[in-house]
């Protein structure tokens, strides 16, 4: 059951108010009360938790309704927040601490417009919960319906710059390496997101300067897109395999799809969509996610909610055009139309039988709480004779294919002694793949994200630079193969 939207420990009473109009004060009042319920709910939580998701609905509800006189402008000043002819002085101590989260970036005033988002209202939040002292140009330029007012301003300066792009958002070339450089950068984008995750909160709860740090590197990567890095820090906090499972999974997709044929901008905007398919889960309880044993008939219910979830906060937050939203929606639908949810478009869609395939694959080569972990080879052998009912036979095959003798998830053992994860595989030289470095010569764990292209050769004599010397088991070893993936 949804719990109150206001947090009781919150005075925030009448009393501490002069009225003009009374109706505008009250309005004021909750608007404010809701601001500041949201931020200290999210600060606990998640921003795609469904209480939080809540907050964030009647916070622009209160004020869309205010928005039907026009504009609705509140300053901030030290004795407290002002609309209109209505005065809100001598606020309560959360109320102080709302207004100093606007001074210490410099804002003295906010100003919301017609056609505000729940979006927008997310990023306004994230904005004022920094410490930094200057706002992110590349959140600031995601506020189209908010103004935010300095000191000196009258009226909005010119549109901020935004975070330089990087090659994950560009329209990329159609040449034979477009899809490795996708799966380099979203390595890249995963190390990113570690590094963020070793950051710690300090006491008081307050993100560091290093997470901000790591926050902005983060964003950068992905092109300045606030909404998947959001949703992949959610994912990463909320449930560390299902952080490595989406990620696994996109990297697994953008194999099978260049493989297929796809290059450019069609293989990014299917890569970023596979990456973010399993977001649904960010609703279901830890505690069924991570069940040992058989599911209840009730838990596989709420299990079996995920795509639905997904789709609606991919297509609510205007993530990912269509394509994200129905790879969400549809990745558990066989390719005979079988599975869940039952939809009634035609489910048999190329993107997301392919990221089904991806699915399929990585959640039998990990282990997990309730299963042990298949060798890759297993695996493939398993799809390949469900062909024609769960998959599609024609992307099964192109699969296998692409595997070769050292499929993605092989754990091997190099010449030069190393431990490393295959993670790509060259259409050209199947037996020279790329390998994720686990473990150096001595046995240590790399400080950062290496790897090793098995096709390079040494300048002068000719000769591979390493190679793979035999295959050897993960378990056995202690590696947890689907984290590295």
């Known amino acids: 059951m949804r719990r109150n939207i206001i947090d009781p420990a919150m005075d925030l009473d009448r009393d501490h108010s002069?009225?003009?109009?009374?109706?505008?004060?009250?309005?004021?009042?909750?608007?404010?009360?809701?601001?500041?319920?949201?931020?200290?709910?999210?600060?606990?939580?998640?921003?795609?938790?469904?209480?939080?998701?809540?907050?964030?609905?009647?916070?622009?509800?209160?004020?869309?309704?205010?928005?039907?006189s026009g504009p609705v402008h509140v300053r901030f000043e030290a004795e407290g927040l002002f609309l209109d002819?209505?005065?809100?002085?001598?606020?309560?101590?959360?109320?102080?601490q709302f207004l100093r989260m606007f001074h210490r970036k410099g804002y003295h005033a906010v100003t919301f417009r017609e056609g505000l988002t729940e979006l927008e209202l997310v990023v306004l939040c994230r904005i004022l919960q920094t410490k930094t002292a200057a706002a992110d140009p590349a959140e600031l330029a995601k506020l189209r319906h908010i103004e935010l007012h300095r000191e000196s301003q009258s009226r909005r300066g010119p549109s901020p710059q935004i975070l330089k792009r990087?090659?994950?958002?560009?329209?990329?070339?159609?040449?034979?390496?477009?899809g490795r450089r996708i799966r380099q950068d979203v390595a890249e984008i995963t190390s990113a997101i570690e590094e963020l995750a070793k950051d710690q909160e300090d006491p008081?709860?307050?993100?560091?300067?290093?997470?901000?740090?790591?926050?902005?590197?983060?964003l950068d990567k992905l092109g300045g897109n606030a909404e998947i890095a959001l949703i992949l820090s959610s994912l990463r906090r909320h449930d560390a395999y299902t952080y490595d499972h989406s990620v696994n999974v996109g990297l697994l997709s953008i194999c099978i799809a260049r493989a297929l044929g796809w290059k450019g901008q069609d293989l990014h905007d299917f890569g970023v969509a596979a990456l973010i398919h399993d977001v649904g889960k960010l609703y279901t309880p830890i505690d069924v996610l991570n069940k040992p044993g058989r599911?209840?008939?009730?838990?596989?219910?709420v299990m079996k909610r995920h795509p639905r979830d997904g789709y609606e906060i991919l297509r609510e937050g205007g993530v990912g055009g269509d394509l994200a939203p129905n790879i969400a929606l549809k990745h558990h639908i066989a390719y005979d139309g079988t599975g869940y949810p039952q939809v009634h478009q035609n489910p048999v869609e190329d993107g997301a039988q392919i990221v089904r395939i991806a699915d399929v694959y990585d959640a039998f080569t990990t282990i997990r709480p309730y299963r042990n972990q298949a060798r890759p080879t297993e695996v493939l052998e398993m799809l390949r004779k469900q062909g024609g009912a769960n998959f599609n036979p024609e992307f099964i095959e192109v699969f296998c294919e692409v595997m070769g003798e050292y499929p993605i998830g092989s754990t091997v053992k190099l010449r030069s002694g190393r431990i490393?994860?295959?993670?790509?595989?060259?259409?050209?030289?199947?037996?020279?793949?790329?390998?994720?470095?686990?473990?150096d010569e001595s046995g240590a764990t790399p400080n950062s994200l290496e790897l090793v292209e098995l096709s390079r050769r040494h300048r002068e004599s000719g000769e591979y630079l390493d190679s793979i010397e035999e295959t050897i088991d993960p378990v056995i070893r202690n590696i947890p193969v689907g984290r590295y993936i």
């Open 295 to 301: 599911f209840t008939p009730q838990e596989w219910l």
């Open 420 to 439: 490393g994860l295959v993670v790509d595989v060259h259409l050209e030289l199947r037996d020279r793949p790329v390998v994720r470095i686990l473990q």
């Open 204 to 218: 008081s709860g307050e993100a560091s300067g290093g997470t901000a740090a790591g926050l902005v590197h983060l």
């Open 18 to 68: 002069s009225f003009g109009e009374e109706g505008v004060v009250d309005r004021l009042v909750r608007i404010t009360a809701r601001f500041c319920s949201l931020l200290i709910s999210a600060k606990r939580r998640s921003w795609f938790d469904t209480e939080v998701r809540y907050q964030v609905r009647d916070l622009r509800q209160d004020l869309l309704e205010t928005l039907k």
């Open 85 to 96: 002819r209505a005065e809100y002085r001598d606020p309560p101590k959360v109320v102080r």
């Open 166 to 178: 990087s090659r994950l958002g560009e329209v990329l070339d159609e040449g034979p390496d477009a």
